[in-house]
């Protein structure tokens, strides 16, 4: 399979530009800085993927916001500094959201709604001017497509973008991920990639009742069930009936009878054939454990998920640097964050 140069080893950097806790200039000059930059360097990564909602680098009219665009320059300029890769996630567009607590939110009308199209590309074309002639940005065009009946008119809106990136970034990886939340199981039904810096992309939590037990924000999720890594595949399997199939279906049919690394080999399958079919690289954009589950199950699955991506090559971010329920600098794991690191990097 090709290999998604110098996006091996990485960590999202969520809660920074995207889902954040605080609106103030000295949250947004505190939450991430140039130090915590070179600390995710002297870990081993090779590149941070950074989510940025649309409404900190651009107003509700479209047009550019330079306060939250200085934020990506300053990421940009301490990866260059640090000698990591950057990639760009836009996690929030203006007209779509995936956030589960947006409980209102019309997920379907961005990807039949011309203007909003229109509005989505415009911005990629002003990320792309200022970002595309940097050697070492990546860009994502959009975090987690949830309706599963949109799949060929998100592959024409991502080629249109595609192509208007291209205007001034010819040669920059532009990643893309599929239906249902970015599941594994979706990647065969993108379309084959315009050129061959296009980049398959998706997140893996399975199984979700484990990596996400007790979350808050996902719909049915009991929040006083403990779940130990591994255990058995049917009792994953029944108690994953709670949740959305959408969230949660990916874990029905895998041709094994235990977790491990095998798992994750056979759930990745389907995505790995469709990539080296045509000819793209494959990447995990988000993969982690809640901060509710215990340690030790945690750093097994991390284990497992780390061993099937190493084998085939497959870049990937841990789901998070800090905070948002997943934080790898955070308390949860201290005492074991030498161990979790070995394992990640």
Same mark, same amino acid.
């Given at each position: 399979?090709?290999?998604f140069?110098?996006?091996?080893?990485?960590?999202?950097?969520?809660?920074?530009?995207?889902?954040?806790?605080?609106?103030?200039?000295?949250?947004?000059?505190?939450?991430?800085?140039?130090? /915590?930059?070179?600390?995710?360097?002297?870990?081993?990564?090779d590149?941070?993927? @950074?989510?940025?909602?649309?409404?900190?680098?651009?107003?509700? /009219?479209?047009?550019?916001?330079?306060?939250?665009?200085?934020?990506?320059?300053?990421?940009?300029?301490?990866?260059?500094?640090a000698g990591?890769?950057?990639?760009?996630? @836009?996690?929030?567009a203006?007209?779509?959201?995936?956030?589960? @607590?947006?409980?209102?939110?019309?997920?379907?009308?961005?990807?039949?709604?011309a203007?909003?199209?229109?509005?989505?590309?415009?911005?990629?074309?002003?990320?792309?001017?200022?970002?595309?002639?940097?050697? !070492?940005?990546?860009?994502?065009?959009?975090?987690?497509?949830?309706?599963?009946?949109?799949?060929?008119?998100?592959?024409?809106?991502?080629?249109?973008t595609?192509?208007a990136?291209?205007?001034?970034?010819?040669?920059?990886?532009?990643?893309?991920?599929?239906?249902?939340?970015?599941?594994?199981?979706?990647?065969?039904?993108?379309?084959?990639?315009?050129d061959?810096?296009?980049?398959?992309? !998706?997140?893996?939590?399975?199984?979700?009742?484990?990596t996400?037990?007790?979350?808050?924000?996902?719909?049915?999720?009991?929040?006083?069930?403990?779940?130990?890594?591994?255990?058995?595949?049917?009792?994953y399997?029944?108690?994953?009936?709670?949740?959305?199939?959408?969230?949660?279906?990916?874990?029905?049919?895998?041709?094994?009878?235990?977790?491990?690394?095998?798992?994750?080999?056979?759930?990745?399958?389907?995505?790995?054939?469709?990539?080296?079919?045509n000819?793209?690289?494959?990447?995990?954009?988000?993969?982690?454990?809640?901060?509710?589950?215990?340690? /030790?199950?945690?750093?097994?699955?991390l284990?497992?998920?780390?061993?099937?991506?190493?084998?085939h090559?497959?870049?990937?971010?841990?789901w998070?640097?800090?905070?948002k329920?997943?934080?790898?600098? /955070?308390?949860?794991?201290?005492?074991v964050?030498?161990?979790?690191?070995?394992?990640?990097?």
């Open positions: 399979m090709r290999e140069t110098g996006y091996r080893h990485g960590v999202n950097l969520g809660g920074w530009l995207s889902q954040v806790d605080g609106t103030t200039e000295e949250y947004f000059n505190t939450f991430i800085t140039e130090d /915590d930059i070179r600390y995710i360097a002297g870990m081993g990564m590149h941070v993927r @950074l989510p940025v909602d649309y409404n900190w680098i651009e107003t509700e /009219d479209g047009a550019p916001i330079e306060a939250g665009l200085r934020h990506i320059d300053d990421c940009a300029r301490w990866c260059e500094a990591l890769n950057l990639l760009i996630d @836009l996690h929030k203006f007209g779509y959201t995936f956030d589960p @607590l947006e409980v209102n939110a019309d997920r379907e009308i961005f990807f039949h709604d203007a909003l199209q229109a509005r989505f590309i415009a911005l990629w074309r002003r990320l792309a001017r200022r970002y595309g002639a940097r050697g !070492f940005v990546a860009f994502e065009l959009l975090n987690e497509v949830v309706p599963p009946t949109v799949a060929e008119p998100w592959n024409d809106i991502a080629n249109r595609i192509k990136i291209r205007e001034f970034a010819p040669r920059a990886w532009v990643v893309v991920g599929g239906v249902r939340y970015n599941n594994v199981k979706s990647v065969p039904l993108l379309s084959a990639p315009l061959e810096y296009v980049v398959y992309n !998706f997140h893996c939590y399975e199984p979700m009742i484990f996400h037990q007790k979350a808050y924000w996902v719909e049915n999720m009991p929040r006083d069930l403990e779940v130990a890594y591994p255990d058995d595949l049917e009792k399997k029944a108690l994953s009936e709670q949740l959305s199939f959408d969230l949660a279906g990916a874990i029905a049919g895998q041709p094994v009878d235990a977790l491990g690394p095998d798992f994750f080999e056979a759930l990745f399958a389907p995505a790995i054939e469709a990539a080296e079919r000819g793209a690289p494959l990447y995990c954009g988000e993969y982690g454990v809640i901060d509710q589950a215990p340690v /030790d199950s945690a750093l097994r699955w284990k497992d998920i780390n061993t099937a991506l190493e084998r090559g497959i870049g990937r971010a841990l998070n640097y800090k905070r329920d997943f934080g790898l600098v /955070d308390p949860h794991y201290d005492g964050r030498d161990e979790l690191i070995d394992i990640i990097r």
